[in-house]
């Protein structure tokens, strides 16, 4: 042991040189992306090796040892006080930490021998019967062996949850591995986990209208003034009603926030003006709800949106309208928040629907060379099957994107459907300013055909092209179950 002690010490002090011996600023570009990697992957073995640690711990203070358990016997109430005490972390690292060691010695196959009231170990029990491992198991063994960080693994289990008479765990399971197969190298935590909540949705769906009703009766403001005669407001939103709230105020400040640019006329004129205003971003938004609310109560609902009206737009396919049991399950656009039938019931009641049908593969119809831009039917479809920016590593919904034709237009591209892909301002700007490209191949799965191809320099002459990464619900609908295996409609509501 003093051999592992001294090898951790000796790792601890030439990391903590590093800042002192590597001049930063003498770093290229891509040097310093380099370091960052490479020193992300450091922390994410870090939080790894503690996690085992921490593991044991929790094998140590099990509740059965009682006052006996390494935890109480430290002096502490919990492993996780203990784990806060010896890593100096915050209570939130240490609640990660802690958390982590719980499920890698529940997913284990065998548990340590008890103790007794001496300290002493006490011998197996050979009635004790096999441990039964949790659903989770799997995604644990993945972390272990280093195939997914600690961070993705906690935003898959979240996601998915717990198991239930409902759900039960081997679902859990297989959609977990199905959700491995779909990571992208560039999936943050955040995506991994609104993933895990979609395929959780196809697998509860009693569960989605209970979790509506949960979050409807969450939906609070308050309002109160200071001493100073300022107003205060402090809201919070059901998923349907705080996309639309978003979604107008989006709409407003497009321009200013990273919205699209291609605008014509009089919202061309009107767009300057609200990125050009000098006032910041959350200053315009006041104003923009004030004025919203004047035009509320004179009932005039287009006086401050001109010929746009906001919407909540959902995606369902075809086959979740027609569920035998009225269950068939749609998600917000832009957040892939899960909704229930009857939400998606009411929408089409009040706003229609709009019908796109996808080939046996998944990729979307093809309508030519008519037009240099594309029509509100194809950005739809668009929309739907890349669910936002398809740049690695954003998050941009498509409210906020442009659509890209893979060969420029001027150079006889086609407005077709194959040939789009949508970016935000930022990623569509890089892409043509910096000389990146977006290629496609020819494949089997439509969302697998599509690569970034960055631009080479100096120091990478030879860049590697990453894959692009769809997150649209008709995607995520395709792989809920199993493959596509005939052509499904996609309905955009």
């Given amino acids: 042991m003093a051999q592992m002690f001294e090898a ?8 903590s040189r590093l800042h002192a011996t590597t001049d930063m600023a003498a770093l290229a570009d891509d040097e310093l992306k380099t370091f960052m990697r490479l020193a ?24 059965e040892f009682g006052g006996a358990g390494l935890a109480k016997t430290s002096g502490h109430v919990n492993p996780q006080s203990l784990i806060a005490a010896l890593t100096g972390s915050t209570k939130a690292d240490a609640r990660k930490i802690d958390h982590l060691g719980r499920s890698l010695m529940q997913a284990s196959s065998s548990q340590s021998p008890g103790i007794d009231k001496t300290g002493e170990a006490l011998p197996p029990d050979p009635d004790s019967g096999a441990v039964v491992r949790p659903w ?21 289990r979240s996601g998915l949850g717990e198991s239930s008479d409902t759900v039960p765990a081997d679902a859990l399971a297989a959609a977990a591995e199905r ?37 409807q009766a969450k939906q609070e403001a308050k309002i109160w003034t ?7 407001l402090k809201a919070s939103f059901a998923p349907e009603d705080g996309a639309w709230f978003k979604n107008t105020l989006d709409l407003i400040l497009g321009p200013k926030i990273g919205g699209p640019r291609l605008a014509h006329g009089k919202a061309a004129t009107k767009a300057a003006e609200i990125e050009n205003d000098p006032r910041t971003t959350d200053q315009i938004r006041a104003s923009v709800l004030v004025s919203l609310i004047r035009a509320g109560s004179l009932v005039d609902e287009n006086a401050i949106l001109a010929q746009k009206r906001p919407t909540v737009q959902i995606i369902v396919t075809a086959s979740e309208l027609t569920q035998p049991n009225r269950d068939g399950v749609a998600f917000i656009e832009g957040t892939g928040i899960p909704v229930s039938s009857a939400t998606i019931d009411r929408l089409v009641c009040d706003t229609g629907y709009i019908t796109s049908i996808l080939s046996d593969n998944g990729s979307p119809l093809d309508l030519g060379r008519e037009a240099r831009l594309f029509s509100p039917k194809q950005r739809v479809v668009i929309s739907g099957i890349q669910g936002g920016c398809a740049a690695p590593g954003c998050d941009a919904p498509p409210s906020f994107c442009e659509i890209h034709h893979i060969d420029h237009w001027i150079d006889g591209g086609k407005t077709n459907i194959l040939d789009a892909i949508m970016l935000c301002r930022h990623h569509h700007m890089h892409l043509h300013n910096r000389g990146h490209r977006i290629i496609r191949d020819t494949g089997p799965r439509y969302e697998d055909n599509y690569y970034w191809v960055p631009a080479a320099t100096q120091d990478t002459p030879h860049p590697a092209r990453v894959r692009l990464r769809f997150r649209g619900v008709a995607h995520d609908n395709a792989m809920a179950d199993e493959p596509l295996r005939t052509a499904p409609q996609l309905v955009h509501a």
């Fill in 179 to 215: 959700l491995l197969g779909c990571f992208h190298p560039e999936d943050a935590p955040e995506v991994v986990f609104r993933d895990a909540r979609q395929a959780r949705a196809f697998l509860d769906r009693a569960g989605v209208l209970e979790k509506e009703i949960e979050l």
């Fill in 136 to 156: 989770f198991a799997v995604i644990t063994d993945r972390m272990s062996d280093g195939q997914i960080s600690p961070d993705r693994f906690e935003a898959l």
């Fill in 226 to 232: 200071d001493r100073d005669g300022m107003v205060h």
């Fill in 40 to 63: 992300s992957s450091l922390r994410q073995e870090a939080e790894r090796v503690l996690a085992f640690g921490s593991a044991e711990i929790h094998q140590r203070s099990r509740r």
């Fill in 8 to 15: 951790l010490a000796e790792m601890t002090s030439r990391v």
